[in-house]
């Protein structure tokens, strides 16, 4: 069997998501009747959840693969291994010679990181993957400061009630706004309770392109 690339490198930045990488893996020969194909990643640098490989014609075999964003700078080296099975189980493997590939992810320092702050408090710091989002008490004031400039987007979804931003303030690396929440009607909101969430977003200007989004709860105090 013989792959195209082989080994399997990329590089680039912690968070970096939307890298796609194409693999090509093609066999002396297949068997006669239908097979099943997939691929096993050993070491859990890529964030693909399911590998799915498809025929790319004749005794030729084809993925695209992204490299996990969650990987922490440094070197990442694991293996994927390609089955051809009897069965879409994979209970009944075909045995291959050469069907193991060698990757290596050197991943640098994240290219845009966000901190976010409650009334001055930080809270966490969110790269361009997933992470933990803090819920926010009514009346709170978030900033958020980017490592890089970026440009801002934001917006607010509600399910009873109302969530309120005011003294919206923005520049190239910075995002603020005190966050107020209701009830129905505009009626205090119960400890607790949630009317809604505000949602704020940050993209870098230019190459590489790197976004990150964030979710936060809205709660009465």
Same mark, same amino acid.
């Given at each position: ?11 680039? #930045? ?11 893996? &093609?066999?002396?020969? $297949? ?18 959840? !399911? ?9 030729? @075999? ?17 293996? $994927? &291994?390609?089955?051809?099975? !009897? +069965? #879409?189980?994979?209970? !009944? ?11 290596? @992810? ?11 702050? @409650?009334?001055?408090?930080t ?6 993957c ?16 980017? %490592? ?13 009630? +109302?969530?309120?931003? %005011?003294?919206? !303030? %923005?520049?190239?690396?910075?995002? /603020? ?19 809604? /969430? ?15 989004s964030?979710? @936060? ?5």
């Amino acid at each position: 069997m013989s792959w195209d690339p082989n080994p399997l490198t990329a590089s680039y #930045a912690q968070g970096q998501q939307g890298l796609e990488l194409h693999l090509q893996a &093609t066999l002396s020969s $297949l068997p006669s009747r239908s097979v099943y194909a997939g691929l096993v990643d050993d070491a859990g640098g890529l964030q693909d959840t !399911q590998l799915e490989v498809e025929s790319a014609g004749g005794n030729s @075999f084809e993925t695209w693969v992204h490299p996990s964003c969650a990987l922490a700078p440094g070197d990442h080296q694991g293996h $994927l &291994t390609l089955m051809i099975c !009897q +069965d #879409a189980s994979c209970a !009944q493997p075909y045995a291959l010679s050469g069907n193991v590939l060698p990757y290596r @992810f050197t991943v640098s320092e994240p290219s845009l990181a966000v901190t976010i702050k @409650f009334d001055g408090v930080t809270k966490d710091v969110a790269l361009a993957c997933n992470h933990p989002i803090p819920d926010m008490i009514s009346g709170q004031t978030i900033t958020l400061e980017a %490592s890089v400039p970026v440009e801002w987007s934001s917006g607010v979804a509600i399910s009873v009630g +109302d969530v309120i931003l %005011s003294n919206v !303030q %923005s520049t190239a690396t910075t995002w /603020s706004a005190t966050v107020t929440g209701t009830g129905y009607n505009g009626a205090p909101l119960p400890p607790g309770a949630s009317p809604g /969430s505000v949602s704020i977003g940050a993209h870098t200007i230019g190459v590489p392109y790197t976004a990150v989004s964030m979710a @936060f709860k809205v709660v009465g105090g």
